[in-house]
């Protein structure tokens, strides 16, 4: 899996070829790393049409960084969620700048996104954009009078030597009330400085999307060309080139791919995101958390969610269960679905093709330390209990007297036998020790187990909803749903990175940490928010059938040419 989480991509220059047309390797490339479970947002020193022009091309829709940073958009056609504006009274100040430098400025007046440039009079300077887009501009008799309101930014266009004199002047002249941003136009051939709001370029505003995201810098690979790409391509976690760039822009980088003219975003996005170029699909392996994830909070699988998972296996794709529950509690998952699934249980000390088959794989905990975690365990207002292979009668065993027992092991007589002497009695390495309790007192207990068993087993502390309590789990050292999830994968030959998993909860932190892709429902944890690549909607929202169709589905379904 790479290493990036997010594409930003320059549009002139980069994205598009010389004659500002999406290349179709350039545009698959992009499709692949969007379905692989990548971001990618165009970084862009266009307003909203132009930027509309570059989307229309794609065909589908992208997050944007416009005005380079003044204008962040989830999607064209939207209002901006985040607008940095330049104020009239530093604009005035700029066209009296230009025009002592004897240049005409364009101003960008945009509020209605309609790509409105306001000026005064016509001049050299302005004529390369007059000339191509007569139909956006609005003739002002007194350009300074009209700048009574904040504006997107000025501009200025001309030969390099006096513009960048001119971007000389201006940083002095404003001292930081603005950013002044010099730049080359290989569409009209001639170079202009940008006037925009103070702290806007493309990569703070790469950074807030990124964040917004749950992203971290390093974690965004930048791809660009041009001056006002410097920034980006120096603060990302890996800066890219083209071979089109400007000498400056290219020793800037930590690496130069070929121009745009022979698809070198393709080939950048190919090399950071190997796995998104395989033959489809990706993702063979699809692993889902039960209660919270393929559960919705009053505990039922909703038919939208039955229905993805179902399309999910029609695709050819392995669809396993990951959870805590035991082969019996499992069993009522695939009954709730309607169809039989892989099942990793008990945190994946247990897997096996369907709840109730034999096991393909089981981690036991050694009884030395399974007697140390009951005889820790049993303390005044604490439930200890030890679960043992499904397989063998009865599946858990219980100290007496067993009242302060989880529901479940209440509800479960038959299938447990009451011990006076649990530590001493146990024959067997079992499964897990499970402890339930009061938050208080199991939380410092999970320090004591912690502390007393160290490296030797997982200590596993979490939220016990049933029971308004809180449970700890002891397995077998480097025992998690993850470590199951693997055992499934490769019994299946399938290799790590071509599972996508779907969790909630504390236990889920290690399979959304190493999957090929990790996506965290929206009630998730924070723990498991910030260990996943993507978050969708929560339980209650059917997040598990977003992802699936975000993920599988709809790519599938757009490389077989039908509606996505």
């Known amino acids: ?243 089109n760039a400007a000498p400056e822009v290219q020793a800037a980088a930590d690496e130069v791919v070929p121009d745009n003219a022979h698809d070198g975003v393709a080939v950048a996005l190919r090399r950071h995101w190997p796995a998104a170029f395989e033959p489809w699909p990706v993702w063979r392996l699809v692993a889902l958390d039960a209660d919270g994830t393929l559960f919705d909070s009053t505990g039922r699988i909703t038919p939208a969610v039955r229905s993805a998972v179902a399309a999910t296996q029609a695709l050819g794709v392995e669809v396993v269960v990951a959870t805590a529950r035991e082969a019996v509690g499992a069993s009522h998952i695939t009954q709730a679905l309607g169809f039989a699934v892989g099942a990793v249980m008990v945190n994946g000390a247990l897997v096996a093709p369907t709840p109730l088959a034999r096991p393909w794989h089981r981690r036991r905990l050694a009884r030395k330390i399974a007697r140390a975690a009951v005889l820790v365990g049993q303390r005044p207002g604490l439930a200890v209990s030890v679960w043992h292979d499904p397989r063998r009668r009865p599946c858990v065993e219980v100290p007496a007297p067993w009242r302060h027992q989880p529901r479940f092991v209440r509800e479960q007589r038959r299938r447990v036998r009451v011990s006076r002497n649990l530590a001493g009695r146990l024959r067997h390495d079992p499964l897990v020790v499970a402890i339930n309790g009061p938050p208080v007192q199991i939380g410092r207990l999970a320090t004591t187990l912690q502390r007393l068993l160290g490296r030797r087993a997982e200590v596993l502390h979490a939220p016990y909803p049933p029971d308004r309590s809180r449970v700890i789990n002891v397995f077998a050292r480097g025992c998690n749903k993850w470590s199951g999830i693997q055992a499934y994968a490769r019994h299946r030959g399938l290799r790590d990175d071509a599972v996508l998993a779907i969790g909630d909860g504390e236990n889920d932190v290690p399979m959304l940490q190493a999957a090929g892709l990790g996506v965290a429902m929206g009630n998730a944890t924070p723990a498991a928010r910030a260990a996943a690549d993507v978050v969708v909607a929560d339980c209650d929202h059917d997040g598990v059938a977003e992802a699936l169709r975000r993920y599988l589905l709809e790519p599938a379904a757009a490389l077989e040419g039908e509606p996505a």
């Open 1 to 243: 899996m790479s290493r990036f989480r997010l594409a930003a991509i320059d549009v002139d220059g980069t994205l598009t070829d010389p004659d500002d047309r999406l290349r179709p390797a350039v545009r698959e490339a992009v499709r692949a790393v969007l379905r692989a479970g990548g971001r990618v947002v165009l970084a862009t020193g266009r307003g909203p049409v132009a930027g509309g022009q570059t989307i229309a091309q794609l065909g589908f829709d992208l997050p944007l960084v416009l005005a380079n940073g003044a204008l962040l958009h989830d999607r064209l056609g939207e209002p901006p969620w985040r607008r940095r504006l330049l104020p009239p009274a530093v604009a005035r100040q700029v066209v009296r700048l230009h025009r002592a430098a004897g240049m005409e400025p364009l101003v960008y007046d945009d509020p209605a996104a309609t790509g409105q440039v306001l000026l005064e009079r016509a001049a050299p300077s302005n004529a390369p954009f007059a000339e191509r887009h007569p139909q956006r501009l609005l003739w002002e008799p007194d350009l300074l009078a009209a700048l009574d309101r904040d504006v997107l930014l000025t501009t200025c266009l001309g030969e390099e030597r006096p513009i960048r004199a001119l971007s000389e002047d201006l940083a002095a002249a404003l001292d930081g009330q603005a950013t002044v941003q010099p730049l080359y136009h290989p569409k009209y051939q001639c170079w202009s400085v940008d006037v925009l709001a103070p702290g806007c370029c493309k990569w703070l505003g790469v950074l807030a999307c990124a964040e917004r995201w749950g992203i971290a810098g390093d974690e965004v690979l930048a791809i660009g060309d041009g001056l006002n790409d410097l920034p980006l391509l120096q603060g990302a976690g890996w800066g890219v080139a083209m071979g």
